[in-house]
């Protein structure tokens, strides 16, 4: 079937657009997640949806950040007054509960 | 939280000769621990993975081992191919609410 799918897969903006990343999860799948992956590094929590629930935002760098699942299906991901350090890979993953992740594309932001 | 830490950072293999990835986690209360492979520019996709109930996983030419008392697990690839090349992942979690990764092991496999 088909798998997590993000849009844009890349993005330029200039330091202080606001951005937003959108994630199609896998038909069914409660359990939603954003990461962050800069250059080289392996991918950092960001936060954790449950159905439409936001469970855990502790990974949030800065309240620039704002993530949103209304429907329990598809999120965005947004940010305000990008900076040059929120250039990185986002990505999106989706499991059905209690079992591995399972991530899409990622979308790589590149704030000039 | 988990600290997971990953060696080496680079892996450089002859084709065929078998290629060996370790983690350490810190959080003893950890109970799953993922594999994945990332390609450049791809996805990460998940290759093999392993519970704390058992010590030992295989499938074909990937197995993970688990010690848990000593709090690392360890990937290993035999009979390594050009395609096994990319960015190798591992992961900790106590929940499966939170993935923590390590910061990858890129594996060079020369034909």
């Known amino acids: 079937g088909a798998g997590v799918s993000q849009s844009p897969r890349y993005k330029v903006a200039k330091r202080g657009q606001d951005v937003a990343l959108r994630c199609d999860p896998i038909s069914g799948h409660v359990s939603l997640f954003w990461y962050q992956q800069a250059l080289g590094q392996g991918p950092e929590f960001l936060t954790y949806f449950q159905n439409e629930a936001q469970l855990d935002k502790s990974g949030l760098p800065s309240d620039r950040f704002f993530a949103e699942r209304p429907e329990g299906s598809v999120s965005t991901l947004k940010i305000q007054r990008t900076q040059q350090e929120d250039s990185a890979v986002y990505l999106c993953?989706?499991?059905?509960?209690?079992?591995?992740?399972?991530f899409g594309p990622g979308t790589r932001l590149t704030v000039l | 939280g988990e600290n997971v830490e990953q060696h080496p950072s680079t892996l450089s293999v002859q084709e065929g000769d078998s290629a060996v990835i370790k983690c350490t986690y810190s959080d003893s209360a950890s109970n799953y621990f993922p594999w994945y492979k990332q390609e450049l520019g791809k996805r990460p996709q998940l290759i093999i993975d392993?519970?704390?109930?058992?010590g030992e996983k295989k499938d074909q030419r990937i197995a993970v081992t688990l010690n848990k008392t000593a709090k690392h697990f360890s990937l290993h690839i035999t009979e390594t191919q050009p395609e096994d090349s990319a960015v190798y992942f591992c992961?900790?979690?106590?929940?499966?609410?939170?993935?923590?990764f390590g910061s990858g092991t890129k594996l060079n496999v020369k034909p």
């Open positions: 992961a900790a979690t106590d929940n499966f609410n939170k993935f923590y």
């Open positions: 993953a989706s499991s059905p509960s209690t079992d591995t992740q399972y």
């Open positions: 392993i519970r704390s109930n058992v």
